[in-house]
Structure formats: C-alpha cells, structure tokens
T-cell receptor, first 114, second 116 residues
Framework: SQTIHQWPATLVQPVGSPLSLECTVE??????LYWYRQAAGRGLQLLFY??????ISSEVPQNLSASRPQDRQFILSSKKLLLSDSGFYLC?????????????FGPGTRLTVT | AQSVAQPEDQVNVAEGNPLTVKCTYS??????LFWYVQYPNRGLQFLLK????DNLVKGSYGFEAEFNKSQTSFHLKKPSALVSDSALYFC??????????????WGLGTSLAVNP
C-alpha cells in the first residue's frame, strides 16, 4: 500500500532563516506531487505541483520554491522566511494512471515563523 | 472559471440526527467531485468521490454524497451523526475535460460540530 511521509511535524523558525520541508511517498512510482499551505485552519492554497523529476509548476508568486530531486521526493524550501510563511504545510500525491482521481495527503508540517 | 462553494462555515447537529454539509461547484466541463475530512492538526483524509454512474456515492465512516447535475451540487450526508464526526470537511472538484490537469479546486471548508 502507498504511504506518504512529511517531516518535521512541527517547526519554529526565526524570520530570515532558511527552510527545508521534505515529503516522500512509498509504494507507488511516478506520482504527481503537490505542496499546499493551509492558513488559520481553513482553506487550502496550492503552492506547487510536479508531474515528474525536475518538473515543477508554481501556482502563486511567493517566497518559497520546490524541488523534486527523486521520483518520490518533494522538497519545499525558502532562503529567507517571512512572518507570512507561517502555516500548516501539506504534501499530497496522486496517481498518474488513467483511472487516477483523488489526492492523498501527508500528516502535515506546522511552521511558525517568529 | 472553476470554483467550489461551501456556503456554510459551520454546521451544528445533535448526535444521532442526520447531517448535511453542502457543496456547489462550477466547471466548464463535466466534474469529478470529492469530499475530504480533516481532524485538528492532521492531514486531509479522502472520504468519497463521484466520477460517473450512480448519483449517490457511498464512502468511508458511513458518509454518502449525492451528485445533482441540474443543481451543480454534491452535498455530503450521514443518516446519524456521531460526536467523532466533528471535524473540518472539504469539497473539491476537477474538470474531467481538462486533460492532464490533475489539480483540484477546493472549497473553503465547513466545520462540523456534533453535540452530544
């Protein structure tokens, strides 16, 4: 069966510090991968999605970047964090098969920028 | 433009009563529709989906949803609510005619509170 991991679970970082959040998927190959941010316990904002190694699409201009160095690894980064980067970051995957439909989410990372 | 509306920020229901969480959508083509649940400080869990076929779809934890094309709605229902159903519920849509675009359009979520 497929599983998705995210770490760390929680993170407190000062303004101006770098960020690296990691997401890995097991039990599937060539998944579509997604990074979302959820602010203030509500709506989901799609930040990045990837259909393959090195292929990243950015949904909103921002202080963050994403990379996919391996098929089942998706990394969210920032060189200098802003207060507004605080939030709950969720990674998700979906199959690329013809009958793929839903996305499956990881447990999330709670980021607090101080 | 594609969109999803969840018109109620919060729904309150007594334990044992039926519950409904509303969702309406707008897509240019035919929709794929989804419901997810999120417990505090957790990731989203997939509940159910409508792809094609029977308009009434059944999902996890006793939930079901009815696809109504004329009303462009996909309301989530459960015949008898449990206190443990209290959570944040998200509706999402994907345009099946959008080719390789697998992105989902999300509603803002509805907070369900089931009172004992």
């Amino acid at each position: 069966s497929q599983t998705i991991h995210q770490w760390p679970a929680t993170l407190v970082q000062p303004v101006g510090s770098p960020l690296s959040l990691e997401c890995t998927v097991e039990g599937t190959s060539n998944p579509n991968l997604y990074w979302y941010r959820q602010a203030a316990g509500r709506g989901l904002q799609l930040l990045f999605y990837s259909v393959g190694i090195g292929q990243i699409s950015s949904e909103v201009p921002q202080n963050l970047s994403a990379s996919r160095p391996q098929d089942r690894q998706f990394i969210l980064s920032s060189k200098k964090l802003l207060l507004s980067d605080s939030g709950f970051y969720l990674c998700a995957w979906s199959s690329t098969g013809l009958r793929s439909y839903e996305q499956y989410f990881g447990p999330g990372t709670r980021l607090t920028v101080t | 433009a594609q969109s999803v509306a969840q018109p109620e920020d919060q729904v309150n229901v007594a334990e044992g009563n039926p519950l409904t969480v509303k969702c309406t959508y707008s897509v240019s083509g035919n929709p794929y529709l989804f419901w997810y649940v999120q417990y505090p400080n957790r990731g989203l869990q997939f509940l159910l989906k409508y792809i094609t076929g029977d308009n009434l779809v059944k999902g996890s934890y006793g939930f079901e949803a009815e696809f109504n094309k004329s009303q462009t709605s996909f309301h989530l229902k459960k015949p008898s609510a449990l206190v443990s159903d209290s959570a944040l519920y998200f509706c999402a849509v994907r345009d099946r005619d959008a080719g390789n675009n697998r992105k989902l359009i999300w509603g803002l979520g509805t907070s369900l509170a089931v009172n004992p």
